[in-house]
C-alpha cells in the first residue's frame, strides 16, 4: 500500500496534476517521492521537486541545491544555479567560485557567473568584467545579465559601452544577443535599446526583441509591438508581447476599436489577446463595443466576452443591449440571404455564392454568441455545434432543446437562420415579416458587393468573389468601382481588381 501511494503520487506530480503549493512534506512517502524526483536526470522531474520544497519552504532545500550545483547535469546544475542567484543562497559562493574557475560547461559557467553576482553584488564587478568579452555566448551573457541585475552604478557602467556596441553593430548576432541580454535583466528601466531593435530590419532581431519586451513589459514599446503584429513573419512574437502585457494593453485596444486607426486584422488580433488576459477590465471594455460595425472584429468581441464569462440576465440594461444587437445580426443575416438568393445559379457566381453561404455561417456563429449571453452558455454553444456538424438526430435534439430554451421572440428571429432542414426561400420569406430587404438584379447586387469598402457589409473575400464575377458577366457598369479597388489595402481585392481591369477593359 505504501508503495502504491508513493508510486501514484510521482505519477501525479509528474502529470502536474497536482499544484506543487498543496503537497505536505509531513509524511515520509511524501518527502521520499520528492527525494526520487531530485535524484532523476530529466530536468523536468528535479524542476518539479525543487518546486515542492520550495514551496513547502522545506529545510532541506538549500542541501539539495548545492547537491545539485555540483553533481548534476549541466540542465540540472544550471536550474539549481539559477534557483541559488534567486534565493541568495549564501553558503554557495565557494561552489559557484569554482564552477565559474572550473572548465564546465558553458551554460553552467554562465549561470555561476549571475549567481556570483547575486551573491557577491559589487564586490564581484572587478571579477566578472573580463567575462564580458568571452566568445562563449552563455557566459558572455552570465555576466552581462549579472552585472546589469545586481552590480549597482559600477555594473552598469561596465556593461554600458557594450550595449551601445552591440545594439550599432553590423552583425545580427550582436543585435540578437543584446535583445536576448535585456530580456533576461528584466528591468523595465532598461527598455531603450529595444526602441531600435523592435523595428530592426532583420527578422531574428525583431523576434529576440519582441520576446524580451514580453519580459519587461515597458507601456513605450507597446505600439511597437502592435506594428509588428501586420508582418506574418513576427505576429506570432507579437501576440505572445501582447498576452504578457495584460491587462496594461487595454489603453491602445481601446484607441483600436474607437478610431479604426489599425487595420481589420490587426484590430480582431488585439481583441483576440484581451480574450486570453481576460478578467474585469477587459469586461468592461469590451462590453460597450458589442455593437461594433465590422463583423470581424464584432465576432472576436463576442468569443472575448464568452472568455470572461459575460452574462447579461441579471442586468436589465445589459439585456437589453444584447437583444438589440441580435435584432441586427439577424437582420444582417437576412440581408445575405437576399444578395445569396441574387446571385445564385450559373457557374460565374459560384464563387461568389460560397463567400456569402461563408459569411452566414458567421453570422449564425455570433447569434449564438449573442444567444449565450441571455440563456446557458453551455447549452447554446453546444446545440451551435451539433446543427452544424452533428448527426440528423443530433440536429432534431438540438432544435428541441432549444425550442424549449428560448423565447417566443427568439424563436422567431433566429429559427428561420439555424433549423438546418428550412429551405433558402422559406427562410427570406420568414425573416421578411420582420425586416426589409429587397431583392436586386444580378448586376445591381454586383455593384453593390463591390461598393462596400468598410467591411460593415461583406469581409475582403467576397468582396473579391463580386468583383470576379462582375469581370467574368462582363458588368462593365462595375470599372470604375473596380479601379478604385486597386487603393484597398487587401492584396487579394487588388490583385483581382487588377485582373478585372484587364478582362473588362479588352471586351469590345
Given at each position: 500500500?505504501?508503495?502504491?501511494?508513493?508510486?501514484?503520487?510521482?505519477?501525479?506530480?509528474?502529470?502536474?496534476?497536482?499544484?506543487?503549493?498543496e503537497l505536505t512534506l509531513d509524511s515520509k512517502a511524501g518527502l521520499a517521492v520528492v527525494e526520487r524526483l531530485l535524484t532523476s536526470r530529466q530536468v523536468r522531474d528535479v524542476r518539479l521537486g525543487l518546486d515542492v520544497l520550495g514551496g513547502a519552504e522545506h529545510p532541506s532545500l538549500s542541501e539539495h541545491l548545492l547537491n545539485l550545483a555540483?553533481?548534476?547535469?549541466?540542465?540540472?546544475?544550471?536550474?539549481?544555479l539559477s534557483r541559488i542567484e534567486t534565493r541568495r543562497l549564501q553558503e554557495a559562493l565557494s561552489i559557484v567560485k569554482s564552477l565559474i574557475a572550473a572548465d564546465a560547461d558553458p551554460a553552467v559557467r554562465g549561470a555561476a557567473i549571475r549567481?556570483?553576482?547575486?551573491?557577491a553584488e559589487v564586490e564581484a564587478v572587478e571579477t566578472s568584467i573580463p567575462y564580458l568579452d568571452s566568445t562563449q555566448l552563455d557566459v558572455r551573457l552570465g555576466a552581462a545579465v549579472g552585472l546589469l541585475r545586481y552590480g549597482s552604478i559600477p555594473g552598469v557602467l561596465a556593461v554600458g559601452p557594450r550595449l551601445t556596441a552591440w545594439e550599432h553593430s553590423r552583425e545580427v548576432d550582436d543585435r540578437c544577443f543584446l535583445a536576448h541580454v535585456m530580456g533576461e535583466v528584466d528591468q523595465p528601466y532598461l527598455y531603450q535599446p529595444l526602441l531600435s531593435l523592435l523595428v530592426d530590419p532583420d527578422l531574428p532581431v525583431r523576434r529576440a526583441a519582441l520576446h524580451a519586451t514580453g519580459r519587461i513589459k515597458h507601456p513605450r514599446l507597446l505600439p511597437l509591438v502592435v506594428?509588428?503584429?501586420?508582418?506574418?513573419?513576427?505576429?506570432?512574437?507579437?501576440?505572445?508581447?501582447?498576452?504578457?502585457?495584460?491587462?496594461?494593453m487595454l489603453p491602445v485596444v481601446d484607441k483600436a476599436l474607437s478610431s479604426g486607426a489599425l487595420s481589420v486584422e490587426d484590430t480582431v488580433r488585439l481583441v483576440r489577446a484581451c480574450g486570453q488576459v481576460k478578467g474585469e477590465r477587459v469586461l468592461a471594455l469590451m462590453k460597450p463595443c458589442l455593437s461594433h460595425p465590422v463583423d470581424a472584429v464584432r465576432g472576436q468581441i463576442m468569443a472575448t466576452l464568452h472568455a470572461c464569462r459575460f452574462h447579461a440576465h441579471a442586468d436589465a440594461d445589459e439585456l437589453a443591449m444584447v437583444n438589440d444587437v441580435l435584432c441586427r445580426e439577424v437582420e444582417r443575416a437576412h440581408c445575405l440571404l437576399v444578395a445569396h438568393k441574387d446571385v445564385e445559379g450559373g457557374e460565374v457566381a459560384e464563387p461568389l455564392g460560397r463567400a456569402l453561404s461563408d459569411e452566414l455561417s458567421q453570422a449564425r456563429r455570433r447569434i449564438f454568441w449573442l444567444l449565450s449571453f441571455m440563456y446557458d452558455s453551455r447549452s447554446l454553444l453546444s446545440a451551435e455545434t451539433q446543427l452544424s456538424h452533428g448527426r440528423n438526430s443530433e440536429q432534431a435534439l438540438a432544435l428541441e432543446m432549444l425550442d424549449v430554451t428560448l423565447s417566443s421572440a427568439h424563436k422567431g428571429l433566429t429559427f428561420p437562420l439555424i433549423d438546418p432542414k428550412m429551405e433558402q426561400v422559406q427562410r427570406v420569406q420568414l425573416l421578411g415579416g420582420h425586416f426589409e430587404a429587397g431583392s436586386l438584379s444580378i448586376e445591381k447586387r454586383l455593384l453593390t458587393l463591390i461598393q462596400n469598402t468598410d467591411g460593415q457589409w461583406v469581409q475582403p473575400w467576397t468582396r473579391a468573389c463580386a468583383i470576379?464575377?462582375?469581370?467574368?458577366s462582363g458588368v462593365n457598369g462595375a470599372l470604375p468601382y473596380i479601379k478604385a479597388a486597386l487603393d484597398d489595402h487587401d492584396p487579394v481585392i487588388q490583385e483581382t481588381a487588377a485582373w478585372a481591369i484587364s478582362v473588362l477593359e479588352q471586351e469590345p
Amino acid at each position: 500500500m505504501y508503495r502504491d501511494y508513493a508510486a501514484n503520487l510521482l505519477k501525479t506530480m509528474r502529470r502536474r496534476a497536482l499544484d506543487p503549493a498543496e503537497l505536505t512534506l509531513d509524511s515520509k512517502a511524501g518527502l521520499a517521492v520528492v527525494e526520487r524526483l531530485l535524484t532523476s536526470r530529466q530536468v523536468r522531474d528535479v524542476r518539479l521537486g525543487l518546486d515542492v520544497l520550495g514551496g513547502a519552504e522545506h529545510p532541506s532545500l538549500s542541501e539539495h541545491l548545492l547537491n545539485l550545483a555540483t553533481n548534476g547535469t549541466a540542465d540540472i546544475q544550471t536550474e539549481a544555479l539559477s534557483r541559488i542567484e534567486t534565493r541568495r543562497l549564501q553558503e554557495a559562493l565557494s561552489i559557484v567560485k569554482s564552477l565559474i574557475a572550473a572548465d564546465a560547461d558553458p551554460a553552467v559557467r554562465g549561470a555561476a557567473i549571475r549567481a556570483y553576482c547575486a551573491l557577491a553584488e559589487v564586490e564581484a564587478v572587478e571579477t566578472s568584467i573580463p567575462y564580458l568579452d568571452s566568445t562563449q555566448l552563455d557566459v558572455r551573457l552570465g555576466a552581462a545579465v549579472g552585472l546589469l541585475r545586481y552590480g549597482s552604478i559600477p555594473g552598469v557602467l561596465a556593461v554600458g559601452p557594450r550595449l551601445t556596441a552591440w545594439e550599432h553593430s553590423r552583425e545580427v548576432d550582436d543585435r540578437c544577443f543584446l535583445a536576448h541580454v535585456m530580456g533576461e535583466v528584466d528591468q523595465p528601466y532598461l527598455y531603450q535599446p529595444l526602441l531600435s531593435l523592435l523595428v530592426d530590419p532583420d527578422l531574428p532581431v525583431r523576434r529576440a526583441a519582441l520576446h524580451a519586451t514580453g519580459r519587461i513589459k515597458h507601456p513605450r514599446l507597446l505600439p511597437l509591438v502592435v506594428d509588428n503584429l501586420s508582418d506574418v513573419a513576427t505576429r506570432s512574437a507579437a501576440f505572445e508581447a501582447l498576452v504578457s502585457y495584460g491587462d496594461s494593453m487595454l489603453p491602445v485596444v481601446d484607441k483600436a476599436l474607437s478610431s479604426g486607426a489599425l487595420s481589420v486584422e490587426d484590430t480582431v488580433r488585439l481583441v483576440r489577446a484581451c480574450g486570453q488576459v481576460k478578467g474585469e477590465r477587459v469586461l468592461a471594455l469590451m462590453k460597450p463595443c458589442l455593437s461594433h460595425p465590422v463583423d470581424a472584429v464584432r465576432g472576436q468581441i463576442m468569443a472575448t466576452l464568452h472568455a470572461c464569462r459575460f452574462h447579461a440576465h441579471a442586468d436589465a440594461d445589459e439585456l437589453a443591449m444584447v437583444n438589440d444587437v441580435l435584432c441586427r445580426e439577424v437582420e444582417r443575416a437576412h440581408c445575405l440571404l437576399v444578395a445569396h438568393k441574387d446571385v445564385e445559379g450559373g457557374e460565374v457566381a459560384e464563387p461568389l455564392g460560397r463567400a456569402l453561404s461563408d459569411e452566414l455561417s458567421q453570422a449564425r456563429r455570433r447569434i449564438f454568441w449573442l444567444l449565450s449571453f441571455m440563456y446557458d452558455s453551455r447549452s447554446l454553444l453546444s446545440a451551435e455545434t451539433q446543427l452544424s456538424h452533428g448527426r440528423n438526430s443530433e440536429q432534431a435534439l438540438a432544435l428541441e432543446m432549444l425550442d424549449v430554451t428560448l423565447s417566443s421572440a427568439h424563436k422567431g428571429l433566429t429559427f428561420p437562420l439555424i433549423d438546418p432542414k428550412m429551405e433558402q426561400v422559406q427562410r427570406v420569406q420568414l425573416l421578411g415579416g420582420h425586416f426589409e430587404a429587397g431583392s436586386l438584379s444580378i448586376e445591381k447586387r454586383l455593384l453593390t458587393l463591390i461598393q462596400n469598402t468598410d467591411g460593415q457589409w461583406v469581409q475582403p473575400w467576397t468582396r473579391a468573389c463580386a468583383i470576379y464575377a462582375a469581370a467574368k458577366s462582363g458588368v462593365n457598369g462595375a470599372l470604375p468601382y473596380i479601379k478604385a479597388a486597386l487603393d484597398d489595402h487587401d492584396p487579394v481585392i487588388q490583385e483581382t481588381a487588377a485582373w478585372a481591369i484587364s478582362v473588362l477593359e479588352q471586351e469590345p
